[in-house]
């Protein structure tokens, strides 16, 4: 199937972060472009959309009656769809002699599928990223008092359910930054095509992708070990109380047999 978009000099990558997962089985494999990643046309104009299983479509030359329909469409294959997508751009210039990025722009020295598909796989992932350092900015903001609290008054008001909560969030985006989006791999598509190694890399380094997911899992270590200790210390607080309550009823153990003999 010929790509009509490898005759444009000027292209706009649009990529959409949708919801929590895109289910890709419905589409059959005649009727795609590619498959890894799954690669479709959405309309007779020949803009293309890269999708992924992650929740992302990536678009390439779609106007804007193409992207509503192609988001329509998805809609009943989404988990969880977010009310306001994230959104990344990207322009592509073809023809040009060198080939890189520079300020939100990539150079091209001429447009393919698999081009396409690596620059929708960088944007897919930086889209990811900013969901997550959202999410985890939101969560250091909540976790923060906590902290402090224990350190002025040496005792945290949260219990166990909603700190064990706090740890269990931070297990999930680890979970679906290495499992769905595989941030820290890359592409399938350059163990066929090693020639687009540059090209990644170009857009790799524009994204800060390496270092935003680095600096990510610092914070999400660093949150789940601030819960997993305040969880501990009320756990403890906890079990101390029990065995007040146990000497307790010892006691009156003892104080009632004490006044039976008595009698």
């Known amino acids: 199937m010929e790509l009509q978009l490898s005759q444009r000099t000027d292209l706009k990558a649009r990529a959409l972060l949708l919801g929590d997962r895109l289910d890709l089985k419905p589409f059959k494999i005649a009727d795609c472009l590619a498959t890894t990643p799954l690669t479709v046309e959405t309309d007779e104009s020949g803009a293309i959309a890269v999708l992924f299983r992650y929740g992302v479509t990536v678009l390439f030359g779609a106007n804007a009656l193409s992207e509503v329909r192609h988001l329509e469409s998805l809609r009943p294959l989404l988990t969880n769809p977010y009310p306001a997508p994230e959104i990344e751009e990207m322009e592509i210039h073809s023809g040009r002699k060198g080939v ?3 300020s939100g722009a990539v150079f091209l020295d001429g447009i393919s599928l698999e081009k396409l598909q690596v620059i929708a796989d960088a944007l897919s992932k930086s889209l990811v990223l900013s969901l997550y350092e959202k999410k985890v900015a939101s969560e250091f903001d909540k976790i923060e008092p906590l902290a402090q ?3 002025t008054r040496g005792k945290v008001s949260a219990d166990s359910k909603q700190l064990l909560s ?9 979970h679906r930054m290495v499992g769905r989006a595989e941030i820290g791999d890359k592409p399938e598509i350059l163990w066929d095509n090693p020639q687009l190694e540059g090209l990644y890399a170009s857009l790799e380094d524009e994204y800060e992708l390496k270092e935003r997911q680095a600096a990510l899992d610092r914070k999400l270590g660093l949150i789940s070990d601030t819960a997993q200790s305040l969880s501990d210390i009320w756990d403890t607080k906890q079990l ?4 007040w309550y146990v000497i307790g009823l010892i006691l009156l153990e003892i104080v ?4 039976e003999l008595l009698r």
Request: no cysteine; aromatic share 4%.
């Open 256 to 259: 009632i047999s004490l006044f």
């Open 149 to 151: 609290e224990l350190a």
């Open 240 to 243: 101390h109380k029990l065995e």
């Open 166 to 174: 706090k740890i269990g969030a931070m297990l999930l985006i680890e």
């Open 100 to 102: 890189g990025v520079q």
